[in-house]
Structures are given as structure tokens and as C-alpha cells.
């Protein structure tokens, strides 16, 4: 009896970490499953969108409403103010002719900008359009 108890608790040490293994194994291909399913759909969308730019009427539709196009001899009026009074912008206060004084002293601030500037580690500028010289070998000169 001791014997088999001592087998099962054996294999409960054995089959736990194998069981822990299978168990995160699982959750991570739900995971990757769900991750492959919302990149579908994304392209689905996309696609939705490239097919419907292949449409002329859509094209033309988009160029109107985006871009205000129109055809020859058409006319359009663009309503100004026709927003309704809740989404107006509201007035703003008017500015005050007191001058305050700053909580902060402007000039420390300004040395320790400059001397942290100083002190940080330096970043050479890319050269465009300047070739990299090229390497002589010793005892030739370049022509």
C-alpha cells in the first residue's frame, strides 16, 4: 500500500510541470488564434476599402466630400457657422492687462538647459551628399 501511495505521489511530481506546460501551451495558441482572427478581419477591411476605390462613383464621391472637387459649370456653397449652438466654439475670456510676476526663475532654468545641453553626449550631423573618403594604401599617393 505504502509502494502505490508512494508511485502516485511520483507521479503527481512528474505529471504537474507536464500538466503547467500543456495548460500555458494551450492559452497561448487561443491567444495566437485570436490574434491571427483580428489580423483578418483588419485585412477583410482592408480589402473592403480597396475594392470599393475601384469603384469611379465612390472616387468621385470621396473627391467631393474630401477635397470639395466639382465638375465644370457646377457651384458650391459651403454653409459657414452651421453647427448648432451646444458644439459652437464658446468665447473665450479676454486677456488681462495685469502683468504677473513669474513663480520661477526664468535664468536658472535657462543655465541648467544650457549646461545640460553641453554636457550631453554629442551627435554628429549625417554628411549628404559628400563621399566618405576613400583609404590610400601606404606608399602610393592618391592620384
Do not use: C, H, K
Not at 47 to 59: F, G, L, M, S, V
Request: aromatic share 6%; glycine share 4%; no cysteine.
Amino acid at each position: 500500500m505504502v509502494i502505490m501511495l508512494g508511485l502516485v505521489v511520483l507521479a503527481a511530481f512528474v505529471l504537474v510541470p507536464t500538466i503547467g506546460t500543456f495548460v500555458a501551451q494551450r492559452q497561448q495558441i487561443e491567444a495566437l488564434r485570436a490574434t491571427v482572427q483580428l489580423s483578418q478581419e483588419q485585412v477583410d477591411d482592408l480589402e473592403a476599402q480597396r475594392e470599393r476605390w475601384t469603384d469611379p462613383a465612390y472616387i468621385t464621391t470621396q473627391a467631393r466630400e474630401r477635397l470639395y472637387y466639382v465638375r465644370p459649370g457646377e457651384v458650391v456653397y459651403l454653409v459657414d457657422n452651421d453647427l448648432p449652438p451646444e458644439r459652437a466654439p464658446q468665447e473665450q475670456a479676454p486677456v488681462s492687462e495685469d502683468v504677473e510676476q513669474t513663480r520661477t526663475d526664468w535664468m536658472t532654468q535657462l543655465v541648467r538647459s544650457v549646461t545640460e545641453a553641453g554636457l550631453s553626449a554629442g551627435v554628429t550631423a549625417p554628411t549628404i551628399g559628400v563621399p566618405d573618403p576613400a583609404p590610400t594604401s601606404t606608399g602610393t599617393p592618391a592620384p
